[in-house]
């Protein structure tokens, strides 16, 4: 249930749901095996699993847990793209003339319709975080464009989501820059880990390190050379660890064993459901209660006027 990565969104102006209402609209817009002509599609479904009764929204003390299913069908170009090669080389031979790019590109149509319904699925399940006091969302994916994807399907589902990226007032670059470089700068409950990606301003590409003492000479003149972090490995009292990413992504999550402990050890009387819930509402209080400090650090959250954000 532990989450891995969190993209996160600040809500403006949330529509009041209460728990009822808002399972019966992601029940409508529930997940829905592929049609043969389908490339992908995406829809809720049961957080739990197999292992659960269905709900598809789980709600314990403000925080909402809910689940998306991305389908994708996977049809390689290469194979697309030998079927259209026999059919040219067929049509050539037969009719003795050159296939038009035109043709062409009806033929790879007509074969990419004919080989959907045998080509694999693929399955991923996207996990959401809402934390209804704050006015948080915070989504499970490796990349943004994934947790918007699922952002969307919430904004049909509700009707109407006004929400945007969760920025801070300082850059997360030029903050992480400034902790790495000094080390007097860092908040006292801040830790550095052991992995960095360094940017150069101009075009000396990217340089990454893993298993690093960031704090050693080698990495402190890179820093001098003009580079920046784009990238940072940090913990939190050993609560929780990440990467911190520019974009405000905090991606390879790991929670503190303290917490992991605290979860082992409640009882869940052996039942698969208890113990999803259990995990997610002590990560969940986990999240709400590092990530404000996190953004203080990076000098507070940049305020939106809510009346004026697009349903984006």
Do not use: C
Not at 57 to 76: D, F, T
Not at 82 to 105: C, F, P, Q
Not at 124 to 144: F, M, P
């Amino acid at each position: 249930m532990w989450f891995k990565h969190l993209h996160l969104y600040r809500l403006h102006g949330a529509p009041e749901l209460d728990s009822e209402t808002l399972e019966n609209a992601l029940d409508e817009h529930a997940a829905k095996p592929l049609g043969n002509a389908d490339a992908r599609r995406l829809g809720w479904t049961a957080p739990a699993g197999r292992m659960g009764s269905g709900q598809r929204l789980h709600e314990i003390q403000g925080h909402r847990l809910l689940s998306a299913l991305r389908q994708e069908r996977l049809l390689p170009a290469s194979v697309v793209k030998e079927e259209v090669d026999e059919k040219v080389a067929d049509i050539e031979a037969s009719e003795g003339r050159k296939v038009t790019r035109k043709e062409k590109t009806a033929l790879k149509e007509q074969v990419t319709e004919e080989l959907m319904p045998r080509a694999f699925v693929r399955s991923q399940k996207i996990d959401l975080w809402w934390d209804t006091g704050r006015q948080l969302i915070g989504v499970n994916a490796s990349s943004r464009t994934r947790a918007e994807d699922v952002l969307d399907l919430l904004r049909e589902t509700l009707g109407s989501l006004k929400v945007t990226p969760l920025t801070s007032q300082t850059l997360p670059i030029r903050a992480m820059t400034q902790w790495l470089g000094e080390a007097d700068s860092r908040p006292a409950d801040l830790q550095l880990g052991d992995q960095v990606e360094l940017k150069a301003k101009g075009d000396d590409g990217v340089l990454r390190a893993r298993q690093v003492d960031l704090d050693s000479d080698e990495i402190q003149q890179l820093l001098e050379s003009g580079r920046q972090a784009s990238k940072l490995a940090i913990s939190l009292e050993g609560r929780l660890s990440f990467v911190l990413h520019d974009d405000l992504a905090l991606k390879s999550l790991r929670f503190g064993d303290a917490l992991i402990e605290e979860a082992d050890h409640a009882d869940d009387g052996d039942d698969a459901l208890v113990r999803l819930e259990t995990d997610f509402i002590l990560m969940a209080q986990a999240l709400s209660d590092d990530i404000p400090r996190l953004i203080e650090w990076l000098g507070g959250e940049v305020q939106r006027d809510a009346a004026s954000q697009p349903d984006v």
